[in-house]
């Protein structure tokens, strides 16, 4: 039987921490689906449009990887995908209560799907979207922590923040 994960966050946008648990994914599971899952009334630095186009530029022409989005309930998105597991990455301990909620409350919406941890590479273990658009957008360097795209369009939407674009 084929092993079919969702991998779903906010991406907003895509880390090397994020890449980082996709190429660990794919060491375990043929195929991933990469879910943008995002709230519609939560609007966040990129667009979800944005955020995929990224995405797929970071990862490439991979067969195994898909790009998607969705607004509605998690469990219900990968059930209809005929996925078995969520992919998710586990930095360091602060991330484990909040994680831990999320798997135990999605584990009781729908009990025939797994939430499987994977821990992120140490050189990613204190980094975060939020952290690093909280940087960038102070003019901070974050090369490095994200794909050189990431970096150019997070100037871009900087400059054009400040009004300098
Ligand atoms: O990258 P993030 O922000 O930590 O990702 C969190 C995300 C989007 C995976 C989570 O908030 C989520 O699953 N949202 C969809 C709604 C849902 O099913 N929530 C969990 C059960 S209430």
Known sequence: MERLAVYPGSFDPITNGH?????RGL??????????????NKSGLFSVNE?????????????????????????????????????????????????FQMALINRRLNRDIETVFLMTGYKWFYTSSNLIKEAAGHGGSVRGLVPEIVLQKLQAKYSTLSGKG
């Open 51 to 99: 955020r995929m186009e990224m995405i797929r530029q970071v990862v490439g022409d991979d067969p195994r990887i898909r790009v998607d989005s969705f607004s509605g309930l998690l469990v219900n998105y990968v059930r209809d995908a005929g996925a078995q597991v969520i992919l998710r990455g586990l930095r360091a301990l602060s991330d484990f209560e909040y994680e």
């Open 19 to 23: 890449l980082d648990i996709i190429k």
């Open 27 to 40: 060491r375990s599971f043929d195929r991933l689906i990469i879910l943008v899952a995002y709230n519609p």
